[in-house]
């Protein structure tokens, strides 16, 4: 391996002297590697490079006006995480708040078990993939058995709501604690199923203790779900 000249050496010791760094046979102490370079760090190299630069090979204006604009991305992108932890830091007090209007309230979430409110009535929305001249909601019991059919006639693409009470016409009607909901929409002649979403009730609600994730809701029937899951909240 051949050598490095006496010029080339005298300006690389120039260089570490600018950025503060002896050389490894000067050191007394335990090298500390640094895994990241600061804004201190970026000026330093800088310097080093604008003092120890060929006169006769300027650095290109280009270059470091590249190099500037680098250095003021850098800063921005730093004071930007630097304000939104601080904006997270103000905002978890409200955590509380926006973790406790849940409770006991419905929330509309994905889902095909639906629970009776006090009046026997289930009720939730049907995400329909386009635009039907027929759109079904089928009802059943938690056995599989169909209870109901209801043709809910042409729909739009999009969320569109259900509700379904088994006594409105039939009185003898046997209530269930919970029912099994389908639906199938009628696209390009042929039958296609779409998903749904229920009401469940919120009976607790969790504030993660890390402030990037959302708030934890146990909904009845469901378990434990993200707060972002929930599509719509109701008394």
């Given at each position: 391996?051949?050598?490095?000249?006496?010029?080339?050496?005298?300006?690389?010791?120039?260089?570490?002297?600018?950025?503060?760094?002896?050389?490894?046979?000067?050191q007394?102490?335990?090298?500390?590697?640094?895994?990241?370079?600061?804004?201190?760090?970026?000026?330093?190299?800088?310097?080093?490079?604008?003092?120890?630069?060929?006169?006769?090979?300027?650095?290109?204006?280009?270059?470091?006006?590249?190099?500037?604009?680098?250095?003021?991305t850098?800063?921005?992108?730093t004071?930007?995480n630097?304000?939104?932890?601080?904006?997270?830091?103000?905002?978890?007090?409200?955590?509380?708040?926006?973790?406790?209007?849940?409770i006991?309230?419905?929330?509309?979430?994905?889902?095909?078990?639906?629970?009776?409110?006090?009046?026997?009535?289930?009720?939730?929305?049907?995400?329909?993939?386009?635009?039907?001249?027929?759109?079904?909601?089928?009802?059943?019991?938690?056995?599989g058995?169909?209870?109901?059919?209801?043709?809910?006639?042409?729909?739009?693409?999009?969320?569109?709501?259900?509700?379904?009470?088994?006594?409105?016409?039939?009185?003898e009607?046997?209530?269930?604690?919970?029912?099994?909901?389908?639906?199938?929409?009628?696209?390009?002649?042929?039958?296609?199923?779409?998903?749904?979403?229920?009401y469940?009730?919120?009976?607790?609600?969790?504030?993660?203790?890390?402030?990037?994730?959302?708030?934890?809701?146990?909904?009845?029937?469901?378990?434990n779900?993200?707060?972002?899951?929930?599509?719509?909240?109701?008394?």
């Open positions: 391996m051949s050598e490095i000249s006496n010029g080339a050496q005298s300006s690389l010791d120039s260089i570490l002297q600018e950025l503060g760094i002896s050389k490894a046979k000067d007394d102490g335990p090298r500390v590697t640094k895994k990241s370079l600061g804004q201190e760090d970026f000026l330093k190299l800088m310097t080093a490079q604008l003092n120890n630069q060929d006169p006769f090979k300027p650095v290109d204006n280009t270059d470091f006006i590249a190099q500037m604009a680098q250095f003021s850098v800063t921005g992108i004071d930007i630097k304000n939104l932890l601080d904006l997270g830091q103000k905002l978890a007090p409200n955590r509380v708040a926006v973790a406790s209007s849940f006991g309230h419905e929330v509309l979430v994905p889902g095909t078990v639906a629970r009776p409110n006090e009046y026997g009535t289930i009720a939730g929305a049907i995400d329909v993939p386009g635009r039907t001249n027929a759109l079904t909601l089928v009802v059943r019991d938690i056995t058995e169909i209870l109901d059919q209801i043709d809910m006639g042409a729909a739009p693409e999009g969320m569109v709501g259900f509700e379904w009470n088994g006594f409105i016409n039939n009185p009607f046997e209530a269930r604690d919970a029912y099994l909901v389908e639906a199938y929409a009628v696209l390009d002649g042929a039958y296609e199923g779409a998903s749904t979403h229920v469940g009730r919120v009976m607790s609600a969790s504030i993660p203790s890390d402030g990037t994730q959302d708030v934890t809701l146990e909904v009845e029937g469901y378990g779900m993200s707060s972002s899951d929930v599509k719509k909240i109701r008394n």
